[in-house]
């Protein structure tokens, strides 16, 4: 099955398996590819974003991995460099010296956008990092 949202999403987006299931009839054990249109960033298109298609790709919300399981969905992937949201990637750690740096412009244009440090910890609970 694939599902297409990518006229739901922007930079840091979160969709839920409520944006997918409204999409799609999903059923138990599909192979399911989410298309984002993030793959328009990548470094191998010409005049890609990479900054953009690394570190402010779209994710799921944390509630996709019981609706994975759920629905007996052993296969999935997405159009972009991780089936995870950058708030729950080690950004920081894979970008060497100055990643935290880095990984701190990341939280705060997250913040900017779903209202501030207390929603970001609330979307993005230490207990479902990765």
């Not at 005049?47 to 759920?70: K, M, Q, V």
């Not at 990637?89 to 880095?102: V, Y």
Request: aromatic share 10%.
């Amino acid at each position: 099955m694939i599902v297409d949202i990518s006229d739901q999403l922007d930079d840091l987006d979160v969709f839920t398996p409520e944006m997918l299931d409204a999409k799609a009839d999903i059923q138990n054990g599909d192979i399911l590819f989410i298309h984002t249109g993030w793959h328009r960033y990548s470094f191998l298109v010409p005049d890609g974003d990479e900054e953009r298609y690394i570190h402010r790709h779209p994710g799921p919300h944390h509630s996709i991995c019981d609706w994975l399981l759920d629905k007996k969905i052993h296969l999935w992937g997405v159009d972009m460099i991780s089936t995870d949201h950058p708030m729950n990637l080690p950004i920081g750690p894979f970008l060497g010296k100055g990643g935290l740096e880095h990984w701190a412009k990341v939280r705060a244009k997250v913040e900017a956008k779903f209202g501030g440090s207390e929603k970001v910890d609330e979307m993005f609970p230490a207990e479902a990092y990765q």
